[in-house]
């Protein structure tokens, strides 16, 4: 089963408009967190933000933020008033921890294009 | 900025041929990681290490063997590469003292094999 599935292959969004990217997880570690990076066409990776597992409330920075919900396994990435420098590759992620180890697991991506 | 770099960034090479990948970090951060990224797959993870001579296999470790016999440099190596090893390869360090433990990539290194 795949531990982070990002459902939208690609999106298309009218600029100044707001937008959700899905994520789903799947995970037995009761301590992880989920990441969202971004990635321009230029190809560098950008961390974006980060919600824990035992926090309560959902992350926001700036234009972004985390729709968390536990029960459901999901972790939405939303971004307000969309610009055109939003377009990019978006990659949902999940820390899990193993005996004091840890990685990084990605899903598959989503491309945003805005559209002027 | 993380001080992560890799080494060739831009490499084309022949089927058979040993390949060997450099990451060099220069923040003393525990944790490195190989990446490859190819479409539709997204990044999926190749070694990674937890210390020197501390490493472990990821998903898609068949064909790369790693070292990491200093803190600061972790090196990728494909014994002998196969076209389907061309990909664009990254190199992350996680965060040390960081509670969220996000990763810091180099800015990758673009692999074809002939």
């Known amino acids: 089963a795949q531990k982070i599935t990002q459902t939208q292959p690609g999106m298309f969004v009218q600029e100044k408009e707001a937008v959700t990217l899905d994520c789903t997880y799947d995970t037995s570690d009761p301590s992880y967190g989920l990441f969202w990076y971004k990635q321009p066409s230029s190809g560098e990776m950008i961390f974006l933000i980060y919600q824990g597992s035992y926090d309560q409330q959902n992350a926001t920075e700036g234009r972004y933020s985390l729709n968390f919900q536990k029960a459901r396994k999901s972790a939405n990435l939303v971004i307000s008033a969309s610009q055109l420098g939003d377009s990019a590759m978006y990659f949902c992620?999940?820390?899990?921890?193993?005996?004091?180890?840890?990685?990084?697991?990605f899903g598959t991506g989503t491309r945003l294009t805005i559209i002027p | 900025d993380a001080g992560i770099t890799q080494s060739p960034r831009h490499k084309v090479t022949e089927t058979g041929t040993p390949v060997t990948l450099r990451c060099h970090q220069t923040?003393?951060?525990?944790?490195m990681y190989w990446y490859r990224q190819d479409p539709g797959h997204g990044l999926r993870l190749i070694h990674y290490?937890?210390?020197?001579?501390?490493?472990d296999k990821g998903e898609v470790s068949d064909g790369y063997s790693v070292s990491r016999s200093k803190t600061e440099d972790f090196l990728l190596t494909l014994e002998s590469a196969t076209s389907s090893q061309t990909s664009v390869y990254f190199c992350?360090?996680?965060?040390?003292?960081?509670?969220?433990?996000?990763?810091?990539f180099g800015e990758g290194s673009r692999l074809t094999v002939l």
């Open positions: 992620a999940m820390r899990e921890r193993f005996f004091g180890n840890e990685k990084l697991t």
């Open positions: 290490s937890y210390g020197v001579k501390d490493t």
């Open positions: 992350a360090i996680s965060g040390q003292g960081r509670d969220t433990g996000e990763l810091f």
């Open positions: 923040e003393n951060h525990r944790y």
